[in-house]
Nanobody
Framework: QVQVVESGGGSVQPGGSLRLSCVVSGNIPSPNYMDWHRQAPGKQREWVAR???????DYADSVKGRFSISRDVRKSALYLQMNSLKSEDTAVYYCRLFHRGREYWGQGTQVTVLI
C-alpha cells in the first residue's frame, strides 16, 4: 500500500523559511511525477510546484523565485524549500504522487506565516 506523508510545517515570521518534506512508502518504483499543492482557509486547493520523472521543475507564479522543489529518489522523498515567506503563503501544504494512472495524496502539513 502506498503512503504519502508530509512533514516540516510550522509557524514562521514573514521573511522566514521552512523546508517541507514528503516521504513515499510502499513498493513503488521511482522517479514519478510529484507535486505540491496548498489550500488556504476558505480557498480552493492550488498547485504550487512540480517535478517530473525527468527532473524538470515548474512553479506557480506566486512562489517562483522563493520556493524550490527537489527530490531524493533513493529516499523516495520530495522537498519544498520555502524562503521569503509571506502571510499569503499560510495554508495546508499537500504532496501528491502520480503512479500508473493513480494519484496519492498526503494528509497535509500546516504552514502559518505570522502576521
Amino acid at each position: 500500500q502506498v503512503q504519502v506523508v508530509e512533514s516540516g510545517g510550522g509557524s514562521v515570521q514573514p521573511g522566514g523559511s521552512l523546508r517541507l518534506s514528503c516521504v513515499v512508502s510502499g513498493n513503488i518504483p521511482s522517479p514519478n511525477y510529484m507535486d505540491w499543492h496548498r489550500q488556504a482557509p476558505g480557498k480552493q486547493r492550488e498547485w504550487v510546484a512540480r517535478v517530473t520523472p525527468g527532473a524538470t521543475t515548474d512553479y506557480a507564479d506566486s512562489v517562483k523565485g522563493r520556493f524550490s522543489i527537489s527530490r531524493d529518489v533513493r529516499k523516495s522523498a520530495l522537498y519544498l524549500q520555502m524562503n521569503s515567506l509571506k502571510s499569503e503563503d499560510t495554508a495546508v501544504y499537500y504532496c501528491r504522487l502520480f503512479h500508473r494512472g493513480r494519484e496519492y495524496w498526503g494528509q497535509g502539513t500546516q504552514v502559518t506565516v505570522l502576521i
